[in-house]
């Protein structure tokens, strides 16, 4: 797993820790994490990725 670095806006900082954080993780780089990964396999690129490896 690799670490990236992520400048967020405050008014999303505050969105992130006010109202998501404990629903969607415990901690902002969980609930970034989550967002992430859902807005990926939303968009299909986790299943593009799956493919490719069963290739």
Same mark, same amino acid.
């Given at each position: 797993?690799? =670490? $990236?670095? +992520? &400048?967020?806006?405050?008014? $999303?900082?505050?969105?992130?820790?006010?109202?998501? =954080?404990?629903?969607? /993780?415990?901690? &902002?780089?969980? $609930?970034? =994490?989550?967002? +992430?990964?859902?807005?990926l396999?939303?968009? /299909?690129?986790?299943?593009?990725?799956?493919? +490719?490896? =069963? &290739?």
């Amino acid at each position: 797993m690799k =670490r $990236v670095l +992520v &400048n967020l806006p405050d008014k $999303v900082l505050d969105i992130l820790q006010n109202e998501l =954080r404990g629903k969607m /993780g415990d901690n &902002n780089s969980e $609930v970034i =994490r989550s967002i +992430v990964v859902a807005y990926l396999s939303e968009k /299909g690129y986790l299943n593009k990725v799956n493919q +490719v490896n =069963r &290739n």
